[in-house]
């Protein structure tokens, strides 16, 4: 099974990338979460890869960190009616961070709002993922953002930040991408109201 994937990266769009290594070149479906981490065109660049089998066709997802390759691979193999459009899509929309942040506490209807997903899907996710995304040595166990750890391993900081940036009018994908640039930016031990502020700005 092809891991990762170093090289040269040559085209890249919101979804999708190709990558040159030792003058083969890689199609490489990416979440946009990934995307936007990608270097400029002709940069070296390397993503944690699962492939996907199918009878007519194999095709190749990469992902920034190897922890959001593996929550990847967990959709696909224990949701059932989640392929790899589907997780990607999710991927997409949400940031891991949040994903998990949403399965911890139930929240169907932020769920629901990521494209190809509906309510019984997303209710699904919740069910058969909640015990999974604190458990330590999971691929959901850890999380990056502030202040102490809350519901499945989420800090408090990030999951406090989100409510109140949603509750300001912020739709759930752009407070979620304005907090990731905050922590980022103040680290991952920032308090709930610096990221607030930072989102903001």
Do not use: W
Not at 16 to 42: C, D, F, N, Q
């Amino acid at each position: 099974m092809i891991v990762s994937i170093e090289g040269k990266l040559v085209t890249s769009t919101p979804l999708k990338a190709v990558i040159e290594s030792y003058g083969i070149g890689y199609e490489v479906h990416v979440p946009v979460t990934t995307a936007e981490k990608l270097p400029r065109l002709g940069g070296t660049v390397r993503l944690h890869t699962y492939i996907a089998y199918r009878e007519d066709s194999q095709t190749l997802y990469g992902f920034s960190s190897a922890e959001d390759r593996d929550f990847f691979r967990l959709l696909v193999e224990k949701v059932s009616g989640v392929g790899p459009r589907v997780a990607l899509s999710i991927m997409s929309k949400l940031s891991l961070q949040s994903i998990r942040s949403a399965i911890a506490a139930g929240d169907v209807a932020l769920l629901a709002k990521c494209p190809g997903i509906g309510k019984k899907t997303a209710e699904r996710l919740v069910v058969e993922l909640r015990d999974k995304v604190g458990i330590s040595g999971s691929p959901a166990a850890s999380g990056t953002g502030g202040g102490r750890p809350g519901a499945g391993g989420i800090p408090d900081a990030y999951h406090d930040a989100m409510m109140a940036l949603v509750s300001l009018g912020y739709k759930a994908p752009e407070a979620d991408k304005a907090l990731r640039r905050a922590i980022e930016s103040l680290g991952a031990d920032a308090a709930t109201e610096d990221l607030i502020r930072r989102a903001l700005n």
